[in-house]
């Protein structure tokens, strides 16, 4: 029977790996190569404003690169699109929101990462090696079937998911345009 610190250690990995598998995911969606496969895809829908693919492209790697902190704070509010501003002053605060979120998210994310490291390397030295591919695989349950929730909700009630989410994470009313 496994140690109760053992027992803790697992318990703390399957929570990591989950925060760790969902916050990689987070990641790997605020990129350019999955806008371009997204703005890529045949079924997707032409914009009802008039830009056009390559612009659309564009303004959302840009507002990607802002979020994750690889452009200067006022990059957003600079932007024009035929010489008018892409971003009202509300927009653009919310994006400073965003992007603090985002930003703590990667905290976090890279934090479970480093005490994942650790946890493991402690279970592997104390010969708990089968607690550690235990608490892996359930990691992996529990984060998929986190993601499987989401996305569910968000295919199902989208105004619903959309609304908690942004409750959750912004202050009431700062995201509603």
């Known amino acids: ?91 653009v605060s919310h994006m400073v929101d965003v992007r603090a979120v985002f930003q703590a998210v990667l905290r976090v994310w890279q934090v479970a990462f480093i005490l994942f490291l650790l946890l493991g390397f402690i279970l592997w030295r104390n010969g708990e090696r089968t607690a550690l591919v235990s608490a892996i695989q359930s990691g992996g349950v529990v984060a998929s079937g986190l993601v499987l929730s989401i996305a569910l909700l968000a295919l199902f009630s989208w105004q619903i998911w959309f609304d908690l989410f942004h409750r959750f994470f912004f202050e009431a009313g700062s995201w509603l345009f």
Do not use: C, W
Not at 70 to 89: E, F, I, K, M
């Open 1 to 91: 029977m496994p140690s109760r610190l053992t027992q803790i250690l697992k318990l703390l990995t399957v929570l990591l790996i989950t925060i760790f598998i969902v916050g990689g995911a987070v990641r790997l969606l605020a990129t350019d190569p999955y806008l371009a496969f997204e703005y890529g895809k045949p079924s997707f829908p032409p914009d009802p404003f008039g830009y056009t693919q390559q612009e659309r492209f564009d303004l959302a790697s840009s507002n990607i690169h802002y979020v994750r902190a690889h452009l200067p704070s006022d990059s957003l509010s600079n932007q024009t699109l035929n010489g008018a501003p892409v971003y009202n002053p509300r927009e």
